[in-house]
């Protein structure tokens, strides 16, 4: 087990070719310290795939499996399985993909395999949208976040419909270890993946990663959007450990969601309305996730 600090060998080689300010490429990075050495990393499309290997290269310092975008957790649990039947149950494996891959389109294949109990840790690079083909909406984009398929105009301001609650899903099929994490605490992200792959059956995380194209922000401001995003509840941290829930990080002074919005191009037309109903899901959730902080949410089932 990889030990956190600053000396820890890096697996996800520099010169690969994401965009200046990635918070994906940055999450993979330190995930990938966390792991250490001894894992086997299965990955959907995705821009972490395209922009890590390029024929005939890869920043991939590890084994990696590229699949579709459907299977990841099925490859994954078959890697797994066939490890297993040679004797092998110490080797990590991780199946990576963005939230196109694990909200909605590897969905079906992600639930099967946590209902079957493999022990897996699944990880979503949540950037809020299908960015690497052109920022489309998925079930993961923030409501109101303007996209190429849930364009703000005359008709409708953005996409109307809230986040898809993907890590209460994977908690309620009984995985014993399922958390949130955010590239602006990596120390905390890194304790999670930690924690995540000692835990006997399925895991699961959501990491929280800016894109700069998708979101139009700078590619400095990567950080300071993420640590905004916990100042103002728009992503909360969590864990949902043995199906006890516990908040990570609770501002002193929650700040209005409009800091969070105002940082980013795909929010600029949002008006004062619609700022304040911004505010009250915000508001709403973050009440759901302190009233329930410390409470049994779960039955865990392996
Ligand atoms: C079945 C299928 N549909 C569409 C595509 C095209 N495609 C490749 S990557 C991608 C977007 C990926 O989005 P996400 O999983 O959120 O990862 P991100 O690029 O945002 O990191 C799409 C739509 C594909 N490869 N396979
Ligand atoms: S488009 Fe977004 S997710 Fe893709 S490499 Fe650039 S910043 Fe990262
Ligand atoms: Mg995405």
């Not at 993907?166 to 009984?174: E, K, M, N, V």
């Not at 590239?183 to 995540?196: C, E, G, S």
């Not at 002193?252 to 929010?267: A, C, D, H, S, V």
Request: hydrophobic fraction near 40%; proline fraction near 5%.
């Amino acid at each position: 087990m990889a030990i956190l600090g600053l000396e820890e060998k890096e697996f996800f080689a520099s010169g690969h070719r994401s965009c200046a300010g990635c918070g994906e490429a940055l999450a993979i990075r330190h995930i990938l310290k966390a792991a250490g050495e001894d894992t086997i990393i299965v990955m959907a499309t995705g821009c972490m795939e395209v922009v890590s290997t390029p024929y005939p290269e890869t920043a991939w310092e590890l084994p990696w499996v590229h699949c579709a975008f459907e299977n990841a957790a099925a490859v994954a649990s078959g890697v797994k399985t066939a490890l297993q039947t040679k004797g092998n149950t110490t080797t990590n494996v991780i199946a990576i993909g963005g939230d196109g891959a694990m909200f909605d389109i590897g969905f079906g294949s992600i639930s099967g395999a946590v209902e079957r109990g493999h022990k897996i840790l699944y990880i979503s690079t949540d950037n809020e949208a299908y960015q690497n083909t052109g920022i489309q909406r998925s079930g993961a984009t923030f409501p109101f976040a303007a996209t190429t398929t849930s364009p703000s105009g005359k008709v409708i301001p953005g996409k109307s419909q809230p986040k898809k609650p993907l890590p209460f899903i994977i908690a309620a099929h009984g995985a014993k270890y399922v958390a949130t994490a955010n590239v602006a605490n990596l120390f905390d992200l890194k304790n999670k993946v930690q924690k995540a792959l000692v835990t006997e059956g399925p895991s699961y995380i959501s990491v929280f990663v800016p894109c700069i194209p998708g979101w139009k922000i700078d590619s400095s401001s990567t950080i300071d959007v993420s640590k905004m995003a916990l100042e103002t509840c728009a992503y909360p941290i969590y864990e949902i450990e043995n199906g006890v829930l516990k908040l990570n990080h609770t501002p002193t002074e929650k700040k209005p969601i409009e800091n969070y919005l105002k940082m980013q191009g795909r929010f600029k037309h949002i008006t004062p309305e619609i700022n304040a109903k911004i505010q009250q899901y915000v508001d709403e959730r973050w009440k759901y996730l302190t009233e329930s902080n410390g409470k049994k949410m779960f039955d865990t089932l392996f």
